[in-house]
């Protein structure tokens, strides 16, 4: 890995220890590290990059990573996607890119991608309007329970168990969109299910989480434990190819231990939270993005090098993300 000093940019509305831990990891790697919102970035065509970063100016970061999008209007958060886009224009490397953000955001493209990729997952149904969701409902629960989820929620907040139709809620608390799941019908309490950190094509660590809560967040008082060595096979090749398949550069793929013996991939998170995970991993997880990060400039910059030099025969240059 080279000692040239990158400038490291990275995108989130708050310091917590997560983000604090990876700012800590660029620089010990002597990069100049910024943190800032993203809804702080601006278009600015003045600009000879036509974007403003209050922590760069004009200069364009060597690479950014999107800790997370922050709330808004949907004309303010697709404003801040499309920086991400344009930064992608401008070649820079972003961890995630805005297409992976947008693919694990819509839990719905989520689902839809990891059934096309042909891995186990819930049936799963996304409608508008209640009428729709009632159809649903009304075919699937004599299979079994399904479960409503935000479209766009996370940290297990707004789930909500449907037995009956009448568990349905109106369409102003959902925004008049069904999110709608098979619930996994597992052993508990305790319930659990597994968390797997991905980065840059492999696994870093994983952990299974534990609660008398069936929804298994670390936010709703689960707790982190070492994964069964004899899981740790199967659960590495779902969640590499759930990360592949919503083209994520890292992620945190969320896997359930149905009673019946399957493993069930429920969803993969683009901005992944790991404060859990660090409790029981072995890897510095930080460290390991900061790492994967800098290698990967690294080698775009050595292929753009051997590029520019005539070849004896045509180089491919990897993409950037």
Same mark, same amino acid.
């Not at 922590?55 to 200069?59: I, K, Q, R, T, V």
């Not at 689902?111 to 059934?115: D, G, H, S, V, Y």
């Not at 359930?256 to 991939?265: C, F, H, I, K, R």
């Not at 051997?306 to 005539?310: E, V």
């Given at each position: 890995m080279s000692?040239v000093k990158r400038?490291?940019?990275?995108?989130?509305n708050?310091?917590?220890?997560?983000?604090?831990a990876?700012v800590?990891a660029?620089?010990q790697r002597?990069c100049e590290?910024?943190m800032?919102p993203l809804s702080?970035?601006?278009?600015?065509t003045?600009r000879?990059?036509?974007l403003?970063?209050a922590?760069?100016?004009?200069?364009l970061?060597?690479?950014?990573?999107v800790?997370s999008?922050g709330a808004?209007?949907f004309?303010a958060? &697709?404003?801040?996607l499309g920086v991400l886009?344009?930064?992608?224009?401008?070649s820079?490397?972003?961890?995630?890119s805005?297409q992976?953000?947008e693919r694990?955001?819509?839990?719905?493209m989520t689902?839809?991608?990891?059934?096309r990729?042909?891995l186990p997952?819930?049936? &799963?149904?996304?409608?508008?309007?209640?009428?729709?969701a009632?159809?649903?409902?009304?075919?699937?629960?004599?299979k079994r329970?399904l479960v409503?989820?935000p479209?766009?929620?996370?940290?297990?907040?707004?789930i909500r168990l449907?037995k009956?139709l009448g568990?349905l809620?109106p369409?102003?608390?959902?925004?008049?969109?069904?999110?709608?799941?098979?619930?996994?019908?597992?052993a508990?309490p305790p319930?659990s299910?597994?968390?797997?950190f991905?980065?840059?094509?492999?696994?870093?660590?994983?952990?299974v989480?534990r609660g008398d809560?069936?929804? &298994?967040?670390?936010?709703k008082?689960?707790v982190p434990?070492?994964?069964?060595q004899?899981l740790?096979?199967r659960?590495?090749e779902?969640a590499?190819?759930a990360?592949?398949?919503?083209?994520?550069d890292?992620a945190g793929?969320?896997i359930?231990?149905?009673?019946?013996?399957?493993?069930?991939?429920v969803?993969?998170?683009?901005?992944p939270?790991?404060?859990?995970?660090q409790?029981?991993a072995?890897?510095?997880?930080?460290?390991t993005i900061?790492d994967e990060?800098?290698?990967?400039?690294?080698?775009?910059?050595?292929?753009?090098s051997?590029?520019?030099?005539?070849p004896s025969g045509?180089?491919?240059v990897p993409a950037g993300t």
């Open positions: 000692f400038k490291i940019l990275i995108l989130n708050q310091s917590g220890n997560r983000t604090t990876l800590g660029f620089r002597g590290v910024a800032e702080a970035l601006q278009f600015d003045e000879p990059s036509g403003y970063f922590s760069f100016g004009d200069a970061p060597d690479a950014v990573i800790r999008v808004g209007t004309e958060v &697709t404003r801040r886009h344009a930064l992608r224009k401008l820079v490397p972003v961890w995630n805005a992976a953000i694990c955001v819509d839990k719905s689902t839809f991608l990891i059934k990729a042909g997952t819930p049936p &799963t149904f996304s409608v508008e309007g209640l009428p729709a009632q159809a649903i409902a009304a075919r699937e629960l004599p329970p409503l989820k479209l766009f929620g996370s940290q297990g907040r707004g449907i009956t568990d809620p369409p102003e608390e959902v925004d008049d969109t069904y999110y709608l799941q098979h619930y996994v019908e597992r508990g319930f299910d597994f968390r797997v991905v980065c840059a094509g492999r696994v870093v660590d994983m952990m989480r809560n069936w929804i &298994t967040n670390i936010q008082g689960a434990g070492l994964v069964p004899d740790r096979a659960l590495s779902y590499l190819s990360t592949q398949a919503v083209e994520a890292f793929v969320d359930m231990p149905a009673a019946d013996g399957t493993l069930q991939v969803e993969v998170n683009s901005m939270a790991w404060s859990g995970l409790k029981v072995q890897a510095d997880i930080a460290g900061a990060m800098l290698r990967f400039l690294d080698e775009r910059e050595k292929f753009s051997l590029a520019s030099t005539p045509r180089i491919a």
